[in-house]
């Protein structure tokens, strides 16, 4: 049965209800790209899968990039001096400069104001803010809260550390039958942001707990990194493994209500653009596709010339194009159950694409087939055929040895599913079977002897 079925079978609308439930387990976590916070977040999520974790010494060189210093917080706050918290950390943590050096003075407003940030067009948001790269110190409040103070002196107080440490990512790999990959990615770098960031963490984790203990065609691997230089690290330490990876997908801003959006790899026309183009037609509204463009998320990384990996970014709304994009009005209200949950499905669909896309031979090429003498036409002639024939008489014309079942679907404007179910069907009437491997994917290895020819 295919993943997308078993996941109809189940109760979807429960499924996004765990799926919230966990975001909003993470929420809270003080997440960068360094430090503690990430490293709580990697912990919750071995709760539900076995992943491991891996901790790069400050100071290694990835590429052009070396790891930072470790950031990790524990407080901070504005007051008056003696007095209550104007603005406080514990409240909520988008409140500090991510990457703030310590520090604990008393200052006036004019020597305060130049380390705060606000967003006088959504006067009730707080924005989000980092500075990881320049040693700097801020806080991040309402543009309200920011009017209403007065001309005095303030305590400030950032108690954070920047230090020798580590940066640690997250690494799940799900052995299959092919050792070619399928990359999972996904940032886990972001405070509390919800769609930003825990929408594709919650959704990767489930959809990695989802294929677990299967028979699966490909091996699936499944990162959990920093942005960017998490990306960047991963992929100085994977050198190696990178030559297995056939399709590849950036997760992010999968949780809110906007319609998705599939941005293209580099490539542009590779089998995972298309299998996310056709499952998006046909399992959404208004779907849109993207073309490739050097800026976003980690695909910049994957796309980057040396790598020119097959990767694209799924996506609902696009990142900076809603006006929710890294504030604090990117809560959990922002993300819904439901749309969790279609986006999990939407992915498991993705996966049946990719797990069952072959190229088959008609052994009966000369003409049609006599549909009818095996049962696998309609009883009465003169009225238009169904879905399920239109699919097997695709098939079968298609089915030289050239065509994918992806290459039928897109060309007949059929579901995949409908195309893959003919297959099948075709293959036990003993009029189809599987061609042999293209001379191009031969180098592809198997685990196993007997195991199904590649694409
Ligand atoms: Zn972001």
């Given at each position: 049965m295919s993943l997308q079925k078993e996941l109809d079978l189940r109760d979807l609308a429960s499924i996004g209800e765990e799926l919230h439930g966990f975001a909003a387990q993470l929420y809270p976590i003080c997440r960068s790209i360094t430090g503690n916070g990430l490293r709580k977040t990697l912990q919750i999520l071995q709760e539900r899968i076995p992943m491991q974790t891996v901790e790069v010494p400050t100071g290694t060189p990835v590429f052009d990039w070396t790891v930072p210093k470790e950031w990790n917080i524990r407080d901070a706050y504005i007051r008056i001096p003696g007095g209550e918290r104007i603005v406080d950390f514990q409240q909520n943590n988008l409140h500090v400069l991510n990457y703030s050096v310590p520090v604990h003075d008393t200052m006036p407003l004019d020597q305060l104001r130049p380390h705060l940030f606000s967003l006088p067009d959504h006067p009730n948001w707080i924005p989000y803010r980092t500075s990881y790269y320049k040693s700097n110190w801020g806080f991040c409040l309402s543009h309200n809260q920011l009017q209403a103070l007065e001309d005095r002196d303030y305590e400030v107080c950032i108690d954070s550390t920047l230090e020798d440490g580590h940066l640690t990512y997250g690494e799940y790999y799900l052995p299959g039958r092919s050792i070619d990959e399928v990359l999972i990615s996904c940032h886990s770098c972001h405070p509390s942001l919800a769609n930003d960031n825990l929408s594709g963490l919650s959704v990767a984790t489930f959809l990695a707990d989802f294929l677990s203990g299967r028979d699966l065609r490909y091996s699936y691997r499944f990162v959990f990194v920093p942005g960017t230089i998490g990306a960047i690290t991963w992929l100085a330490r994977n050198r190696e493994s990178i030559q297995h990876i056939r399709h590849g997908l950036v997760l992010s801003?999968?949780?809110?209500r906007g319609g998705f959006h599939y941005k293209k790899s580099r490539r542009g026309d590779v089998e995972i653009d298309r299998a996310a183009r056709h499952v998006l037609k046909h399992c959404s509204e208004s779907p849109e596709i993207l073309d490739f463009s050097p800026y976003g998320y980690d695909e910049r990384q994957y796309c980057s010339p040396g790598f020119n990996l097959p990767v694209g970014c799924l996506m609902r709304s696009v990142w900076g194009a809603f006006p929710e994009y890294h504030t604090s009005a990117d809560n959990l209200d922002f993300i819904q159950p439901t749309q969790l949950a279609q986006s999990l499905r939407v992915l498991a669909t993705i996966v049946d694409v990719l797990e069952s896309n072959r190229r088959y031979q008609n052994?009966?090429?000369?003409?049609?087939?006599?549909?009818g003498k095996r049962n696998l036409?309609?009883?009465?002639?003169g009225g238009s055929i169904g879905t399920e024939i239109n699919a097997c008489l695709w098939v079968l014309n298609l089915s030289d040895g050239e065509h994918s079942l992806l290459d039928i679907a897109e060309r007949s404007g059929l579901p995949f599913s409908a195309i893959r179910d003919a297959s099948d069907r075709m293959c036990q009437a003993g009029l189809l079977s599987v061609s042999p491997e293209k001379e191009n994917h031969k180098?592809?290895?198997?685990?196993?002897?007997?195991?199904e020819a590649d694409v």
């Open positions: 801003g999968i949780g809110d052994l009966n090429p000369f003409c049609e087939p006599q549909l036409y309609r009883l009465t002639g180098k592809s290895i198997t685990r196993a002897a007997g195991a």
